[in-house]
């Protein structure tokens, strides 16, 4: 009888970078349960990028996160129910936070990880998280450029 | 049309409610383009399609936009009735991740 998915944490939106110490307290208490024989995580980093439309030499310092928060938090949490129930492994751990406010280069914005009985069900799912939360979570960044400007993030590749 | 109902009716479903203000929550770069502490005057029943061209006829400024509609944290396709709400919320493409 397969345990019923655990997904994590209470809230899943978090003030400031997800710390990085996340990922290794989150795979150590998955890893942990017996049932569990694969945990895949993924770290979303900021990246200093050049913007198309910025003065030349201008890059990304930071991305300053904000969401329709109540939604956000019941969106997260109504995909991770979603995708968990429809994975089939004999134990579901999912682990998910996102951060709000200034993100700086380097540091984390998400956080997903994932432990299934095999690898397949964990990358599987790690992926499927990712993917419907950029596309049903209403969360918002803002570039923020060394130069000073600023401009809203688009998702628009893989 | 019961089934694509969403939210709970307001009384009678017979009859339209009288209008009311309905608060407005923009997220995004939308929150820069609408301000704060704006409300529409809204009457129930009204579908998806009806709430958006109310939001573009009372904030013109978004007719360049992109946007989904939620009401009341639900998101609402064109073709839905909402049955009744007290909040509109204007969302721009998700960027999150």
Redesign the interface.
């Known amino acids: 009888m397969p345990e019923q998915p655990y997904i994590g944490p209470e809230k899943h939106l978090v003030q400031g970078p997800v710390p990085r110490s996340r990922l290794t307290e989150v795979t150590e208490t998955f890893e942990r349960n017996p049932r569990v024989g694969a945990v895949v995580s993924f770290c979303g980093v900021v990246r200093a990028d050049e913007l198309p439309d910025a003065p030349e030499g201008a890059r990304v310092e930071a991305i300053e996160f904000s969401a329709y928060e109540e939604m956000a938090e019941r969106a997260i949490r109504e995909l991770c129910e979603r995708l968990a129930g429809q994975t089939e492994s004999e134990a579901v751990l999912l682990h998910v936070e996102h951060a709000l406010g200034r993100v700086p280069v380097g540091e984390y914005p998400i956080v997903i990880v994932v432990g299934t009985g095999h690898r397949a069900e964990a990358f599987a799912l790690c992926s499927g998280v990712l993917e419907a939360l950029k596309s049903e979570v209403p969360i918002y960044g803002k570039e923020l450029l060394d130069s000073g400007g600023a401009a809203w993030k688009k998702n628009t590749r893989p | 049309m019961k089934d694509r109902m969403i939210d709970g009716a307001d009384g009678d479903e017979s009859g339209e409610a009288p209008a009311r203000n309905v608060a407005v ?1 923009a ?3 939308a ?1 820069e383009l609408v301000g704060e502490n704006r409300y529409l005057t809204l009457a129930f029943p009204l579908s998806g399609a009806q709430i958006r061209a109310t939001v573009l006829e009372r904030f013109p400024q978004l007719s360049q936009h992109r946007f989904s509609i ?1 009401v009341d ?1 639900k998101l609402v396709q064109d073709d839905q009735t909402v049955a009744s709400g007290s909040e509109v ?1 204007i ?7």
Not at chain 2, 91 to 97: K, M, T
């Open positions: 929550a997220f995004g770069p929150a939620a944290q919320a969302l721009p493409p998700f960027a999150g991740g």
